[in-house]
């Protein structure tokens, strides 16, 4: 969102969401830093991210563009709820952290295909990026 804001000339609109943004991580640092130490810093980063993208947005509905968001976050947000039931369930019966975090991200990406939140083109796309990858990282 931000980068079109630039994008759209609209920089004057730009510096209130950036101000907002740095307020938010230097209290939430003041708070949580003391306390938690660089998880706390994390956390204040994380969060004023998140109130940019969220401002951002918004901005971007309101001024600039308006498109229904709906249909684009349905598919990938009831993966997510997916994997998050899958990761609890693998949690509670005692299953280590690290393995059920692979399993539900396994299950978050077929979640995604059986939703259909991402098209066949999409995961052809990204294989051809692996594939390329991987070419660039074997010697020859």
């Known amino acids: 969102g931000g980068r079109l ?17 740095l307020s938010l991580n230097i209290v939430l640092n003041l708070i949580l ?13 994380v969060a004023s991210s998140a109130l940019m ?6 901005y971007v509905q309101r001024a600039i563009y308006r498109w229904n968001v709906a249909p684009v976050l349905i598919g990938p947000l009831n993966a997510i709820l997916v994997m998050l039931v899958v990761n609890a369930g693998l949690r509670w019966v005692g299953m280590h952290w690290i393995v059920a975090l692979i399993i539900s991200w396994s ?18 796309r990204l294989r051809d ?9 074997t010697p020859p």
């Open 129 to 137: 990026l692996l594939l390329q990858r991987i070419a660039q990282l």
């Open 33 to 45: 830093q003391p306390a938690l130490g660089a998880k706390g810093a994390a956390i204040a980063r």
């Open 53 to 58: 993208l969220v401002l951002s947005f918004v």
């Open 107 to 124: 299950v978050y990406a077929g979640a995604l295909v059986t939703l259909r939140a991402v098209s066949a083109t999409e995961l052809r």
């Open 5 to 21: 804001i630039l994008a759209a000339g609209q920089q004057s609109a730009f510096v209130p969401l950036l101000i907002g943004s």
